[in-house]
């Protein structure tokens, strides 16, 4: 019945992911999948996200749907969140805002709608991404086009080249950028940037469609949000999709949230009504605990407070551990430049190794790296930095 269909490729992180699961190695380490480890290699779930899941299952009850836009409280967490409380479009009611599944379904149902609301617009995506943005737009329908982010030469941001390109592009296109934690180099805009860039766009016209998937992971909760709050003063209408997979370790309960920026409450009213038609002819309504489990946390002062204490904690681990390798690999490769490291933020890293570097990294070795050459530092901890580092000078030297 199917036999005419073309085999779909593999997804090349995902299917990274399941030949570590079968390596049967033990000293294998994992730095490919954008996943945070704790120090001894564990997938950790908040303990604040623990109390509030306990606290669920003491008043559970009847499970109904949820409305197509999850619960309002959730809504108005995830403003708070992300534009703070006292923010001028939360206030005036400007911001539409669904719990969507996982912030893969906040970049869906965004681009559902931008295909439907500017038909004739294109996306822009950073060069390189995340292996996923590019499907997901053009799944949706839109041609998808790349504008110049990352020097491969000397490991760092090309702004002024992204400037030009950008600002070349027609009114009403798309430009998807990644707020903090860039994926996968780890090159972030510095705020002086995002300003110029925010004024750019707004001359141009332009729509920003911002993807917020590792907020406190970069320099802390509120300031990983401020390009969002920046890009919104600057006067712009612009959409995103944040994620709390890996601040809140819910992975698997598939919890993210769309929000986009308009330029009156009575246009946010028109947006929510479109957005809730998009996802009522996909999945209907968001889940019921995950969004739950998230608003507990936002919602009480107490657990927030101590999420973000914890999301605090990742956040220094990790920077702990782009240190630790940056020394053992000074140490190691005395003429070989590794302070890319320390230039980047977040969870990832753009080592410039090969994809046969990386190839030799896990045939030999059992390092798992993505093909790119980027790297995961949350897999990183003091059982596993020095035998990472040993591998990496092999394969190099």
């Given at each position: 019945?199917?036999?005419?269909?073309?085999?779909?490729?593999?997804?090349?992180?995902?299917?990274?992911?399941?030949?570590?699961?079968?390596?049967?190695?033990?000293?294998?380490?994992?730095?490919?999948?954008?996943?945070?480890?704790?120090?001894?290699?564990?997938?950790?779930?908040?303990?604040?996200?623990?109390?509030?899941?306990?606290?669920?299952?003491?008043?559970?009850?009847?499970?109904?749907?949820?409305?197509?836009?999850?619960?309002?409280?959730?809504?108005?967490?995830?403003?708070?969140?992300?534009?703070?409380?006292?923010?001028?479009?939360?206030?005036?009611?400007?911001?539409?805002?669904?719990?969507?599944?996982?912030?893969?379904?906040?970049?869906?149902?965004?681009?559902?709608?931008?295909?439907?609301?500017?038909?004739?617009?294109?996306?822009?995506?950073?060069?390189?991404?995340?292996?996923?943005?590019?499907?997901?737009?053009?799944?949706?329908?839109?041609?998808?086009?790349?504008?110049?982010?990352?020097?491969?030469?000397?490991?760092?941001?090309?702004?002024?080249?992204?400037?030009?390109?950008?600002?070349?592009?027609?009114?009403?296109?798309?430009?998807?950028?990644?707020?903090?934690?860039?994926?996968?180099?780890?090159?972030?805009?510095?705020?002086?940037?995002?300003?110029?860039?925010?004024?750019?766009?707004?001359?141009?016209?332009?729509?920003?469609?911002?993807?917020?998937?590792?907020?406190?992971?970069?320099?802390?909760?509120?300031?990983?949000?401020?390009?969002?709050?920046?890009?919104?003063?600057?006067?712009?209408?612009?959409?995103?999709?944040?994620?709390?997979?890996?601040?809140?370790?819910?992975?698997?309960?598939?919890?993210?949230?769309?929000?986009?920026?308009?330029?009156?409450a009575a246009q946010a009213t028109l947006v929510l009504g479109q957005l809730k038609?998009?996802?009522?002819?996909?999945?209907?309504?968001?889940?019921?605990?995950?969004g739950r489990l998230v608003t507990e946390v936002l919602n009480d002062a107490a657990?927030?407070?101590?999420?973000?204490?914890?999301?605090?904690?990742?956040?220094?681990?990790?920077?702990?551990?782009?240190?630790?390798?940056?020394?053992?690999?000074?140490?190691?490769?005395?003429?070989?430049?590794?302070?890319?490291?320390?230039?980047?933020?977040?969870?990832?890293?753009?080592?410039?190794?090969?994809?046969?570097?990386?190839?030799?990294?896990?045939?030999?070795?059992?390092?798992?790296?993505?093909?790119?050459?980027?790297?995961?530092?949350?897999?990183?901890?003091?059982?596993?930095?020095?035998?990472?580092?040993?591998?990496?000078a092999r394969v190099i030297g």
């Amino acid at each position: 019945m199917f036999s005419h269909l073309a085999a779909s490729p593999d997804d090349p992180i995902l299917a990274l992911n399941e030949a570590f699961m079968r390596d049967a190695r033990a000293h294998k380490v994992n730095l490919s999948i954008g996943m945070y480890f704790d120090a001894t290699g564990a997938l950790p779930v908040p303990d604040a996200v623990r109390e509030a899941e306990r606290r669920l299952a003491a008043r559970a009850g009847a499970k109904p749907y949820l409305p197509i836009e999850g619960q309002p409280d959730f809504s108005q967490a995830v403003r708070a969140l992300l534009f703070g409380l006292g923010h001028e479009a939360v206030a005036a009611g400007r911001i539409a805002t669904l719990q969507t599944v996982g912030s893969c379904g906040a970049l869906r149902v965004g681009a559902e709608l931008l295909r439907q609301a500017f038909p004739g617009s294109a996306v822009w995506v950073s060069d390189p991404t995340w292996e996923n943005h590019r499907a997901i737009f053009h799944s949706a329908g839109m041609a998808v086009h790349a504008y110049p982010y990352f020097d491969h030469g000397t490991g760092r941001l090309r702004f002024e080249a992204l400037c030009k390109a950008i600002g070349a592009l027609p009114a009403h296109s798309v430009v998807l950028l990644h707020a903090c934690g860039h994926n996968p180099t780890g090159a972030d805009m510095t705020r002086a940037e995002w300003t110029q860039l925010a004024a750019l766009m707004a001359r141009r016209a332009l729509i920003p469609f911002v993807d917020l998937a590792y907020q406190g992971f970069c320099e802390g909760l509120d300031a990983d949000a401020a390009p969002v709050r920046l890009l919104a003063d600057a006067g712009l209408g612009l959409l995103v999709a944040n994620s709390f997979s890996k601040n809140m370790g819910v992975y698997g309960e598939r919890c993210g949230a769309l929000s986009v920026v308009c330029p009156d409450a009575a246009q946010a009213t028109l947006v929510l009504g479109q957005l809730k038609a998009i996802v009522r002819q996909n999945y209907s309504s968001p889940p019921m605990h995950a969004g739950r489990l998230v608003t507990e946390v936002l919602n009480d002062a107490a657990l927030r407070e101590a999420w973000a204490r914890e999301v605090e904690g990742m956040r220094l681990r990790t920077n702990a551990m782009r240190a630790a390798l940056h020394e053992v690999l000074r140490q190691r490769l005395p003429g070989y430049d590794a302070d890319y490291l320390l230039r980047q933020r977040g969870m990832f890293s753009f080592t410039g190794l090969s994809p046969a570097q990386v190839d030799a990294l896990r045939e030999s070795h059992a390092v798992y790296l993505v093909r790119s050459g980027r790297m995961c530092l949350s897999g990183l901890n003091g059982g596993n930095v020095d035998r990472v580092a040993d591998a990496i000078a092999r394969v190099i030297g």
